[in-house]
Nanobody, 124 residues
Framework: QVQLVESGGGLVQAGGSLRLSCVAS????????MGWFRQAPGKEREFVAA????????YYTDSVKGRFTISSDNARNTVYLQMNSLKPEDTGVYYC?????????????????WGQGTQVTVSS
């Protein structure tokens, strides 16, 4: 069993930055893929970014490429999402997810473990 705890959300003006953190406990996430998803009010949860922890391979949805960076600190079992040049459309609850198969997929149903989410609000 893996527990995920996100932190780092908050209220920021458009153009600002935030860094989200997700700490995994219960077992090492070596070999996993870790993903970030978000859900805006009235919308479905969507893929944001993923990293295959062992290989460091990263994946992004088009709308965040060049603005967001996903990274991992394997010694701390922590994955980060650095978000720069934030836009109001980035507003939502951001969820960390873990895929023990290490696929790095964009599909939420592949991820077995989820955090409770952290709110990100970007004002215009």
């Amino acid at each position: 069993q893996v527990q995920l705890v996100e932190s780092g959300g908050g209220l920021v003006q458009a153009g600002g930055s935030l860094r989200l953190s997700c700490v995994a406990s219960g077992r090492t996430f070596s070999g996993y893929a870790m993903g970030w998803f978000r859900q805006a009010p009235g919308k479905e949860r969507e893929f944001v970014a993923a990293i295959r922890v062992t290989f460091g391979r990263t994946y992004y949805t088009d709308s965040v490429k060049g603005r967001f960076t996903i990274s991992s600190d394997n010694a701390r079992n922590t994955v980060y999402l650095q978000m720069n040049s934030l836009k109001p459309e980035d507003t939502g609850v951001y969820y960390c997810a873990a895929d023990p198969q290490g696929l790095g997929t964009t599909m939420s149903r592949i991820y077995d473990y989820w955090g409770q989410g952290t709110q990100v609000t970007v004002s215009s």
